[in-house]
């Protein structure tokens, strides 16, 4: 599975953002998805994900109510949208695909087998 993440820039403090991440080699349909985030000296952290097959959704905490996972099936490709973004949102963000073995969203980078190349968001304040 090869992952492609876009849609990150720079936007102001409370402003909004969609990152896209598009599969390809194989659907994704099924598979567990997640958003992680890796500010500059810190380790990543997971931000949200979702179980395909049953359409459940996970957030960390900091990003519940702002931020939301969705995909689209037909196009192999996961969204994250972001609102009311603030500046401690400011991170490089990566979508993983889980393995076939995978069957819950995990908060574990490690548990993740497939990472797109990441794209940064920056907010100000």
């Known amino acids: 599975v090869q992952l492609q993440a876009s849609g990150g820039g720079l936007v102001q403090a409370g402003g909004s953002l969609r990152l896209s991440c598009a599969a390809s080699?194989?659907?994704?349909?099924?598979?567990?998805m997640g958003w992680f985030r890796q500010a500059p000296g810190q380790e990543r952290e997971f931000v949200a994900g979702?179980?395909?097959?049953?359409?459940?959704?996970y957030y960390a905490d900091s990003v519940k109510g702002r931020f939301t996972i969705s995909r689209d099936n037909a196009k192999n490709t996961t969204y994250l949208q972001m609102n009311s973004l603030k500046p401690e949102d400011t991170a490089v963000y990566f979508c993983a695909a889980g393995p076939l073995t995978l069957w819950q969203v995990s908060a574990n980078p490690n548990d993740y087998d497939y990472w797109g190349q990441g794209t940064l968001v920056t907010v100000s304040s």
């Open positions: 080699g194989r659907t994704v349909s099924s598979a567990v």
């Open positions: 979702r179980r395909g097959s049953v359409s459940s959704t």
